[in-house]
């Protein structure tokens, strides 16, 4: 098999004081911290539509690099793909990769041909991939004209049906290649205007396709989680799945809050006036963290620029809301993130990727510290203490009524001293000191 990425070799960790651009600075696969390998912490994912599609196109441009992989013809093409990929997997100790179904076989004229080519390149991944494993399936019901108002959320229920095939055949490549988790993104799921949409029937028929999704996927032994991943916009004006909050609202609506968890992606929090972190905790706290597409934006960008994430704080407060989840089970952390078009050699994949998993590994070791230090966590304990006896325990427990607070502030009289310091810069300052002494 040719060599797609001669002249680097696999990509080896050195330590923090290497100063080899490619090795790891951080990333150690095979570190034990906590009990288990830094791989098995991150599980880090490639991304099939950004890595081996992705050519740099953008809005004003076409693209700047070569992603046929050295063919012509598009099953060809499809083929290479699947060669280097397994290359830069080996060469970055990347265990896992997640992909939609055009991304890995483009779409032939009919929809049978298109799944009869589906069938062919996930026999061709299923050999040449072997040794790795699939995080996640999902499926482009966004990219053809057929699918401008929507998919499960389209005014026509022809083009509802096209999407229920697609997504039926998507799962099944999913459970074919041994998939633990079916990620449904809703970028046409939305509106543009209230003028011509029914948004009930949108939403009420969303829900319809995810629980016959659900089910079929049950039915052919699929038993991993099934992701709903949030995004408040772009490409529709206003999507239905905005962010974490709003969908657990419409998994319990639905009933669908059982099957279904959340796949963060840091830079649609960001897009929803969120913290990364905030979505996180949201999912966290309502059971249904799962997975994570790693990457950040720009703040001086108001769109999703899905770069490589570098930002260690993003990274660390991230890794500790997953360690506090108790660690990703069938979700892993895969890059939804690309290398910038002006960074267009086939060097740059790897650079891109080392800079995304040093950035997480860090992340990693300063969320263990921050935690076995111990100062944040006591300090939220201590300031949330006054639930843990008297009143506050009676209110904990259900024993107290509104009128026993009323009896107890008449007593009380002037309740601001119970107050202590936020300590905000404090707290800010020992997240750094925890930070620079790794
Ligand atoms: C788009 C996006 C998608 C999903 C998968 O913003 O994040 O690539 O991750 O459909
Ligand atoms: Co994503």
Request: proline content about 2%; overall charge negative.
């Amino acid at each position: 098999m040719s060599e797609f990425f001669k002249g680097i070799d696999k990509i080896k960790y050195e330590g923090k004081t290497s100063t080899n651009p490619l090795a790891f600075k951080y990333y150690d696969p095979e570190e034990v911290i906590c009990g288990k390998k830094m791989r098995e912490h991150l599980k880090f994912a490639l991304s099939w539509w950004h890595t081996m599609g992705g050519d740099g196109t953008d809005m004003f441009g076409v693209g700047t690099t070569d992603k046929k992989w050295g063919a012509s013809d598009p099953m060809e093409i499809a083929k290479a793909k699947i060669d280097a990929a397994a290359e830069i997997m080996d060469k970055l100790s990347i265990d896992y990769y997640c992909f939609h179904d055009r991304d890995i076989a483009p779409e032939a004229e009919t929809l049978a041909e298109t799944n009869k080519r589906l069938d062919e390149i996930t026999d061709y991944m299923k050999t040449k991939l072997a040794g790795k494993k699939l995080l996640w399936g999902t499926a482009n019901c966004f990219g053809n004209p057929r699918y401008m108002h929507g998919a499960g959320t389209s005014p026509s229920a022809d083009v509802f049906a096209f999407a229920a095939a697609q997504i039926k055949k998507a799962i099944e490549c999913t459970v074919k290649l041994g998939g633990k988790g079916y990620v449904f993104w809703g970028g046409r799921e939305g509106y543009e205007t209230l003028l011509n949409t029914d948004m009930k029937l949108e939403q009420d028929n969303m829900a319809r396709l995810m629980r016959m999704a659900v089910d079929y996927a049950r039915s052919i032994g699929f038993d991993g989680d099934f992701y709903i991943e949030p995004k408040p916009k772009e490409p529709t004006k206003h999507q239905y799945d905005f962010d974490t909050a709003t969908v657990i609202g419409f998994l319990k609506k639905y009933g669908l809050d059982k099957d279904f968890k959340m796949n963060i992606e840091a830079n649609h929090a960001t897009l929803a006036q969120h913290t990364f972190q905030h979505e996180l905790r949201v999912a966290r706290d309502n059971g249904v963290f799962g997975s994570i597409d790693a990457n950040q934006g720009d703040t001086l960008l108001g769109w999703d620029t899905d770069q490589f994430p570098t930002n260690i704080y993003d990274a660390t407060f991230c890794m500790y809301e997953v360690l506090k989840a108790g660690g990703f089970t069938n979700g892993g952390l895969n890059f939804d993130s690309k290398a910038r078009r002006g960074s267009f050699t086939r060097e740059d994949i790897f650079h891109a990727y080392i800079a995304g998993m040093d950035t997480f590994a860090l992340g990693l070791r300063a969320a263990v510290k921050l935690i076995e230090d111990g100062r944040i966590d006591k300090f939220v304990a201590d300031r949330y203490s006054s639930w843990n006896t008297g009143i506050g325990a009676d209110v904990i427990s259900g024993k107290a009524t509104i009128a026993d607070l009323e009896k107890y502030a008449l007593e009380k009289g002037d309740v601001t001293a119970s107050l202590t310091s936020g300590r905000q810069e404090m707290l800010e300052s020992i997240v750094n000191n925890v930070l620079f002494s790794l």
